[in-house]
């Protein structure tokens, strides 16, 4: 079955350290998102792809970093420059930025909090 | 920039009834789309029902059906014989035709009581 896989499930951060989520798609789909919810409110987007080796910073982009070398994966990576990481983290795609009638697919979402 | 308000952030309903979410946008386009995603306890995030601004039939899907008012830019989502299972977090979203990313509300929290 086609969907998105994302892991690890649960990450614990330390201080000044970097941590990546990963996060993989089979639908061969051209966009990717990375969206940050925090308890009681919606989802924010962090970075968002349109196309492999092209990514455009979202709203919340300070302290992360993404890379899309391959149109499958859209790893995000939570700097230690990021003071307050923990949150909820959800990957989604959609099939193309061309059609934005298209709904997007969310994985199940990594679950970031510090030690 | 658009904005998307949910002005509800909590409801509840009684197993079998009938629930209505609100939801209003802003925005400059006439072109757009609409999209209500709902987000059980597994923080799954799951499509319920979409709509495209252009047309000015509301959208159904079985028991959830849209209230599309676009001059008063308000995409309200009923959910009729409300089941156990419909208790999740509602997010209304929204993309212009042109654009490459959603924009969602805050959320409303719905419980369906026994």
């Known amino acids: 079955d086609g969907g998105i896989t994302q892991s690890p499930k649960y990450l614990f951060r330390k201080e000044g350290q970097n941590v990546t989520l990963s996060c993989e798609q089979n639908?061969?789909?051209?966009?990717m998102y990375w969206y940050r919810q925090d308890p009681g409110q919606g989802l924010r987007l962090i970075y968002y792809s349109q196309i492999v080796n092209d990514f455009q910073k979202g709203d919340i982009a300070e302290g992360y970093s993404v890379s899309r070398e391959k149109k499958e994966s859209f790893p995000l990576t939570v700097t230690s420059a990021q003071k307050n990481p923990t949150a909820f983290y959800l990957c989604a795609s959609s099939i193309s930025p061309d059609y934005s009638n298209q709904p997007q697919h969310f994985g199940d979402g990594t679950r970031l909090s510090i030690l | 920039a658009q904005t998307v308000t949910q002005s509800q952030p909590e409801m509840s309903v009684q197993e079998a009834e009938t629930v209505t979410l609100s939801c209003t946008y802003d925005?400059?386009?006439?072109?757009?789309?609409l999209f209500w995603y709902k987000q059980p306890p597994s923080r799954q995030m799951i499509l319920v029902i979409r709509?495209?601004?252009?047309?000015?039939q509301n959208a159904t899907e079985n028991r959830f059906s849209v209230n599309f008012q676009k001059a008063a830019k308000s995409f309200s989502l009923k959910i009729s014989d409300s089941q156990l299972g419909d208790t999740a977090m509602y997010f209304c979203a929204f993309i212009e035709t042109s654009g490459s990313r959603l924009t969602f509300g805050e959320g409303t929290q719905l419980t369906v009581n026994p």
């Open positions: 709509q495209e601004a252009y047309k000015q």
């Open positions: 639908l061969n789909h051209d966009a």
């Open positions: 925005t400059s386009e006439n072109n757009y789309y």
